[in-house]
């Protein structure tokens, strides 16, 4: 079974910049988060979608942070524009819906640079 | 609101000793879950081990098991027999289930865990 896949890896840009992030869930996941992890700390949620909808976005930046997942599969996260703070590694992270206790399943991560 | 609290940012064990990690979380809810997760250097998060609030025997998992004591919310890791791929940060999370048995994961602080030979 392939994983959580994430593009890219690693993205360094300038603060003001706009830059965006791909998440691809396991096959079947009907669920799929996007986590913020600064350096030396825990993941915090930015978004949870069920299918195409959302779920929890309580803790996501509106002002700069946008996202969307339009046929209830891929996700992309977007950052416009981009400050010092948000230097992070952003992790998705997909779970199977109305099973037993849910166990989130994450992908490797992008790890952003703002300059 | 709840909160998750590892205050152990560092610990280190010889390699094949027992290591156990300490987390804290404060909540009013009843029902919910705990998990231990492990993220080794440059690489993904993974479950470790994952305790459900209503059942009272601790969760074990081959060289992992917990010491889940909900009325003093303290929800400790134990390793045994430690080896050298454990070496990692671990993370303590707590979830409230919501629709689906899905929610957002609430993360502690996490401990780097070094397993030395």
């Known amino acids: 079974e392939a994983g959580v896949a994430q593009s890219p890896r690693y993205k360094i840009i300038e603060k003001r910049q706009s830059v965006a992030f791909w998440c691809n869930p396991i096959?079947?996941?009907?669920?799929l988060y996007w986590y913020q992890q600064i350096l030396g700390q825990g993941p915090k949620l930015l978004i949870q979608?069920?299918?195409?909808?959302?779920?929890?976005d309580s803790q996501l930046p509106k002002d700069r942070f946008s996202a969307e997942r339009l046929k209830g599969v891929d996700s992309t996260l977007k950052i416009q524009p981009a400050k010092l703070e948000d230097s992070a590694v952003y992790l998705c992270?997909?779970?199977?819906?109305?099973?037993?206790?849910?166990?989130?399943?994450f992908g490797p991560g992008t790890r952003l640079t703002v300059l | 609101a709840q909160t998750v609290t590892q205050s152990q940012p560092e610990m280190s064990v010889q390699e094949a000793e027992t290591v156990t990690l300490s987390c804290t979380y404060d909540t009013s809810e009843n029902n919910y879950y705990l998990f231990w997760y492990k993220q080794p250097p440059s690489r993904q998060m993974i479950l470790v081990i994952r305790q459900e609030a209503y059942k009272q025997q601790n969760a074990t998992e081959n060289r992992f098991s917990v010491n889940f004591q909900k009325a003093a919310k303290s929800f400790s890791l134990k390793i045994s027999d430690s080896q050298l791929g454990d070496t990692a940060m671990y993370f303590c999370a707590f979830m409230k289930p919501g629709s689906g048995n899905t929610g957002k994961l609430i993360f502690g602080q996490g401990t780097t865990l070094q397993v030395k030979p």
């Open positions: 979608f069920q299918n195409n909808g959302v779920v929890d």
């Open positions: 992270a997909s779970s199977f819906w109305g099973g037993p206790p849910d166990t989130q399943y």
């Open positions: 096959s079947g996941h009907a669920t």
